[in-house]
């Protein structure tokens, strides 16, 4: 059974990281609910910050899964870049870039989104795996200092707003 098409209205923008991970984390209970109404899962519950921003424990077909996401928001506060980790480098989202074979590991549970507020098209979403994540880095991913990504090679991987709501879906199944 193929998933059903969500329809979910774009937002404009948000005004802080913690509003775009609450529409997301909105947008993510919409299309479990409607995976639930398929019998294509049988339950999920979605957590928030339990190491990254957002968790979704789910059963799919008597299988159960677990997805991560680590969702950024892009305004131009620094200047081409966006931070993660913390700023000494730490935080589970360092851990698993600066090691090939986490990466490798997690890249079946985990995915990167984010929204590029200053993005002059409708292609400002970028919904990227752990070894794409690893190459937008600018330089080393590293503990003992702020790592960021580099927001030109993220806009390589822009994406609309229905091709993020087939991809979050379509990972979410995966």
Not at 116 to 130: C, E, G
């Given at each position: ?16 990281e913690t509003e775009f991970e609450d529409f ?70 360092v851990e698993v870039l600066m090691n090939d ?36 880095a600018m330089g080393e991913v590293r503990k ?31």
């Amino acid at each position: 059974m193929k998933p059903l098409r969500v329809e979910i209205e774009e937002p404009r923008t948000f005004n802080n990281e913690t509003e775009f991970e609450d529409f997301i984390a909105g947008v993510l209970n919409t299309i479990l609910s409607g995976l639930v109404k398929q019998g294509l899962i049988s339950n999920y519950y979605i957590f928030r910050q339990l190491g990254f921003d957002i968790a979704v424990f789910l059963d799919v077909k008597g299988e159960p899964k677990v997805k991560f996401l680590e969702l950024k928001l892009y305004k131009g506060q620094r200047a081409g870049g966006v931070g993660f980790g913390t700023q000494k480098g730490e935080g589970p989202q360092v851990e698993v870039l600066m090691n090939d074979e986490k990466l490798k590991f997690f890249n079946k549970f985990l995915r990167w989104l984010i929204y590029d507020a200053l993005a002059s098209s409708n292609r400002r979403y970028i919904f990227i795996d752990n070894p794409t994540a690893k190459r937008c880095a600018m330089g080393e991913v590293r503990k003992g200092k702020q790592n960021n990504f580099n927001i030109n090679r993220l806009r390589d991987y822009a994406i609309t707003w229905n091709e993020l709501l087939r991809k979050l879906q379509e990972f979410l199944l995966e």
